[in-house]
């Protein structure tokens, strides 16, 4: 089992930055790829970016493409998520999962993650 740990939320003006942080402990980190997820009361939770077990590939949703940056540390193992030009539309509590999944098409899809930590809140005020 893989037990993540997420922090780094907290309430912004639009515009600003926030970064990240996910913590995972159990099995071993390198073997799963690494995703943020976002849920809005109400809603379902929603795909914002991916890395592959090594971190060379990432893939992003449309709407934080050249905003967000994920990032990961196999030695550390930890993922992070840069948010920056942080618009209202991106508050949400934030979930980092973990996959098995080795396909670049699955990574945006929630019911490849097995693993979720318990979420950390971003707020974005106008």
């Known amino acids: 089992q893989v037990q993540l740990v997420e922090s780094g939320g907290g309430l912004v003006q639009a515009g600003g930055s926030l970064r990240l942080s996910c913590a995972a402990s159990g099995r071993t980190f390198s073997n799963y790829a690494m995703g943020w997820f976002r849920q809005c009361p109400g809603k379902e939770r929603e795909f914002v970016a991916a890395?592959?077990?090594?971190?060379?590939?990432?893939f992003y949703e449309d709407s934080v493409k050249g905003r967000f940056t994920i990032s990961r540390d196999n030695a550390k193992n930890t993922v992070d998520l840069q948010m920056n030009s942080l618009e209202p539309e991106d508050t949400a509590v934030y979930y980092c999962?973990?996959?098995?999944?080795?396909?670049?098409?699955?990574?945006?899809?929630?019911?490849?993650?097995?693993?979720w930590g318990q979420g950390t809140q971003v707020t974005v005020a106008s």
């Open positions: 999962g973990a996959s098995r999944t080795t396909l670049i098409a699955r990574f945006s899809s929630v019911d490849e993650y097995y693993y």
């Open positions: 890395i592959s077990r090594s971190g060379i590939t990432t």
